[in-house]
């Protein structure tokens, strides 16, 4: 064979090998600006970082300033330091919100766990009937506490209300009770409000723990001769510990931060018998014009409510 023949033999073979050779890193480097792993994941969670820095972190630095000062809402302000958080052992309105908050919280914490566990209980098995009566018990969560409170202050009113009807029909009273302006009365009410309205929530986060529970499990303790109670005690109870655990956590929370049933149907009244702790916030930036001191406030309740949180998580973690 010819040097020519043989150089355009090498030439031929090599040349596959070449094209090989150099497609291949155009397409790793068309395959890497088609993915951009680092970039895109940064692209993705720009949107939701912008967000939290506008929404979360810009408002709580301004409010942490504005703590510092005694803003009036309305005209100048000063730098005063740390004196609106050393006032807030002496504001004895604010202290009595919190007694009166507390004792709400323990009013309705248990009895809506009990009625979203006996709800949860009603629904779990796929029976006929079962998706619609979860729908009947989630469905005053969906209206929402506004909704079912402004419908409640029609229904409380003495003599017309549905609530004084039915209580004179049963012999219990004579239909003539007001119940918005005694505080005594207007808590209890309040308090069955919350629970009807907010237990449709607890039962749904059992109801997905209790779905995951394995039948065998129920059948063997059948088996064994256990009885309903015992089975839901040694066997759902225990198996369901986490949804119980953010239930009574979200229950908490909730009662700490309430504001709405109260704004609407007692507005902190008679007197300031029924203020709970946000309500009193909001008088005391909204009306009194004071959102320096309601915000050094507003800031002793996050912190609070950020302890109780964190405690809560400690006493109810699954121990070995």
Do not use: C, K
């Amino acid at each position: 064979m010819s040097a020519p023949a043989q150089a355009a033999g090498s030439g031929a073979a090599a040349t596959p090998g070449a094209a090989a050779g150099g497609r291949a890193p155009r397409a790793s480097a068309s395959f890497g600006s088609l993915t951009h792993r680092e970039r895109t994941g940064v692209l993705l969670v720009l949107p939701a970082v912008v967000m939290v820095a506008t929404f979360v972190l810009l408002p709580l630095v301004l409010a942490v300033g504005i703590s510092f000062t005694n803003w009036p809402l309305i005209g100048d302000w000063d730098w005063i330091g740390l004196a609106n958080f050393t006032a807030i052992a002496q504001d004895t309105a604010f202290l009595r919100a919190v007694g009166y908050t507390l004792l709400y919280t323990a009013v309705v914490t248990g009895p809506i766990l009990v009625v979203g566990y006996l709800m949860a209980v009603v629904v779990r098995a796929n029976r006929r009937g079962s998706t619609a009566l979860r729908t009947l018990f989630f469905l005053p969560y969906v209206i929402g506490l506004s909704t079912l409170s402004f419908m409640l202050v029609l229904e409380a009113q003495p003599g017309s209300g549905a609530v004084n009807l039915l209580l004179q029909a049963l012999g219990i009273t004579d239909g003539q009770t007001a119940w918005l302006v005694d505080a005594t009365l207007a808590t209890a009410l309040i308090s069955v409000l919350v629970v009807w309205g907010v237990s449709g929530l607890t039962m749904i986060l059992l109801v997905s723990g209790m779905q995951g529970v394995p039948r065998e499990v129920y059948e063997s303790a059948e088996m064994d001769g256990a009885t309903w109670w015992q089975r839901e005690r040694r066997i759902t109870i225990p198996m369901i510990r986490r949804p119980i655990a953010m239930s009574l956590i979200i229950s908490v929370i909730g009662s700490f931060l309430a504001f709405t049933q109260f704004f609407i149907l007692t507005q902190g009244g008679p007197g300031t018998s029924t203020t709970p702790v946000v309500l009193s916030i909001y008088n005391r930036a909204f009306v009194q014009l004071q959102v320096g001191a309601a915000t050094a406030l507003s800031l002793a309740l996050v912190l609070v409510v950020g302890l109780v949180t964190a405690a809560q998580f400690w006493l109810l973690r699954e121990r070995d």
